[in-house]
Nanobody, 123 residues
Framework: VQLQASGGGSVQAGGSLRLSCAASERTFSNYAMGWFRQAPGKEREFVARISRSSGSTLYADSVKGRFTISRDNANNTLYLQMNGLKPEDMAVYYC?????????????????WGQGTLVTVSS
């Protein structure tokens, strides 16, 4: 499956952004989906995950209560609503797909990746 992330941009601290990830296949609903991010000089880290039917979500502690992951299987699209953005949220954000029913937070559990979209947060 091919993934195309979009929606990144520059915001001030406290602002909001909504990321989208469009999938190329109608089998989108067969994959659990996740968002990861990578800041300069740091390893890629888990942000959030949603199961195939949206019945289960998982968030990193650092974004819990501020970010919301959702998906629209009818339109093959994954979303990440980001509110209350902080300078430490600044990174390239990647969407990823996993064939596992309920994958965790490890990068290796996701086999398909989008190209990334940059989020910049100024203080």
């Amino acid at each position: 499956v091919q993934l195309q992330a979009s929606g990144g941009g520059s915001v001030q601290a406290g602002g909001s952004l909504r990321l989208s990830c469009a999938a190329s296949e109608r089998t989108f609903s067969n994959y659990a989906m996740g968002w990861f991010r990578q800041a300069p000089g740091k390893e890629r880290e888990f942000v959030a995950r949603i199961s195939r039917s949206s019945g289960s979500t998982l968030y990193a502690d650092s974004v819990k209560g501020r970010f919301t992951i959702s998906r629209d299987n009818a339109n093959n699209t994954l979303y990440l609503q980001m509110n209350g953005l902080k300078p430490e949220d600044m990174a390239v954000y990647y969407c990823a797909a996993s064939s596992a029913i309920v994958p965790g937070s490890r990068v290796g559990q996701y086999m398909y990746w989008g190209q990334g979209t940059l989020v910049t947060v100024s203080s």
